[in-house]
């Protein structure tokens, strides 16, 4: 919502004001602007209305969860010590109980680290639309440049681009957290975010169709870097969550098993 709101604030008045008017579409671009800022602040409104419910729901389900808690941790408590008397007997079950514990302990720790590594991912694909976004910014303000633009353009794509290396910034720390978190699940990789050029010294002294067409191409082949790297980062994670669903359901199966020899017919 506040996107949005930046948005509109924008065409208002501003740099992107004086460029819209230039292009003749102020009125149009506004006018959308506001639209969507309108359908955010009732999205925003209704996500808290459903909030609201949710912590309502969440309290009356801990509530319920308080008067089972006692007899789910007896319940747990009795398991454990049928299963260490079944261990120290002679039991046949006896060794499989405990292969099957190994297994387990193993199988569910490498749950919890590949669904640390999908939350990891996750938020490097965010933190990299981010910069793919003012990007595209840039190359739109480039693109008109080449054809002429002139200072105002110059300026509002050097701003973008300026955003674009802060945001750089922040996806190398979040692909630095996927990487250490990729590390734990057997994967072993060093994520590279390419570097965004932001000069302006070569642009303001030499601003002709050679420089500019020049900037034009340092810009689609950063850009096209960054995407090659979003695209392996929502590959990755998707084979997080195909590898997820089958510790998951092999975790299940564990279970099931350990059910029937804590319980036999």
Known sequence: MAEEERDVSRLEGGLSAVLARMLGNRDERLARERA??????????GHRARLTQLEADARAAAAELAVLDPASREY??????KEQQLLRSDEPRARELADLGSVLDRVSTEVRECEEARQAGQGADEALGVVLRFLDSARNASTFDVFGGGAL???FEHDKLASADKAAWHAQRALD???RELADTGIAVRLVMPKVDTSWFVDAFFDNIIFDVLKHQRIEKTR???QKLAQWVRETRAYLKAHHAQLVAERSQLLTRRKELLHPA
Do not use: I, K, M, P
């Open 36 to 45: 969507e800022a309108v359908v955010a602040r009732e999205r925003v409104d």
């Open 76 to 81: 747990a408590g009795l398991l454990a010590e």
């Open 153 to 155: 353009f110059d300026a």
């Open 177 to 179: 957290v996927f990487a």
């Open 224 to 226: 096209a870097e960054v």
